[in-house]
């Protein structure tokens, strides 16, 4: 089976005493994750080394950085680098989420590069796609992640492509109460995974884990996370809330 993830992003939100607050409280409800099973926590890059002392010794959960930047160190004032993260043993980062494009002018060039550099310091990518409500409604969905794809990950080697986790989250999807139906973020992460198999081939689309998110809570993740090429979901608001996090972990196959 591939492995299954549960990620909390809790983008710009908590102080150091809540998010410690926060993190404690739901590792002391989950269970250890499963052999294939992972629980992310991508947290404020203040609260890092907070969060992986916390999470010390645990198996199947990690912390993961919001962001990183393209270059390995230099006058870039208030940029993350691989460096820093590894020194802190942060494994996981989210590169190329829909906010990080729209409020900071993120190309997909841009996040190729940050791509690059992550994986050549072993850090795993949670590399973000999916497209905005004109695209949706125009229906050209397929050709908008397709190029998200092809421009930022499909310049990789199919050894180097097994190690990104790819988080499809439809943009109007994303913080707006809308999510997109089962059967929506089910036909648009089987595209994903026939894009991968065309570009390489069937059996490493086949390992490669397909996030979902966007909206994801409680009450949908099992229905969600149920469908064949749904593999867990990069979840922002639900994170904030210990029992709807506990539960959308607890959803996983």
């Given at each position: 089976m591939r492995t299954q993830i549960a990620a909390a992003n809790w983008k710009m939100n908590l102080t150091l005493q809540e998010g410690e607050a926060l993190l404690k409280g739901i590792l002391s409800k989950i269970q250890e994750p499963?052999?294939?099973q992972r629980?992310?926590?991508a947290v404020p890059a203040p609260y890092l080394?907070?969060?992986?002392n916390m999470i010390k010794g645990k198996k199947n959960i990690h912390i993961s950085a919001q962001n990183i930047y393209n270059k390995k160190s230099g006058a870039y004032t208030g940029e993350i680098s691989v460096d820093m993260l590894r020194s802190i043993n942060i494994?996981?980062?989210?590169?190329g989420h829909s906010e990080r494009r729209e409020?900071?002018?993120e190309s997909n060039t841009?996040?190729?590069?940050?791509i690059n550099i992550a994986l050549a310091n072993d850090i795993c990518p949670i590399f973000c796609c999916g497209e905005p409500l004109s695209v949706r409604e125009a229906n050209k969905q397929d050709a908008f992640v397709a190029k998200q794809l092809e421009e930022s990950l499909f310049h990789l080697s199919a050894d180097a492509l097994k190690k990104v986790v790819i988080a499809y989250e439809p943009i109007w999807a994303i913080g707006t109460g809308k999510t997109a139906t089962s059967r929506q973020a089910?036909?648009?992460?089987q595209y994903l995974r026939s894009l991968i198999a065309k570009k390489y081939d069937a059996k490493i689309a086949d390992e490669i884990s397909i996030l979902y998110g966007g909206s994801v809570k409680a009450a949908n993740a099992k229905e969600l996370f149920s469908q064949p090429d749904i593999d867990g979901g990069l979840v922002g608001g639900a994170s904030l809330v210990e029992d709807e996090f506990v539960s959308i972990i607890s959803a996983l196959k």
């Open positions: 499963k052999t294939h629980v992310v926590f080394q907070a969060a992986a494994d996981y980062t989210i590169i409020y900071f002018n841009f996040l190729a590069e940050k089910q036909e648009i992460q």
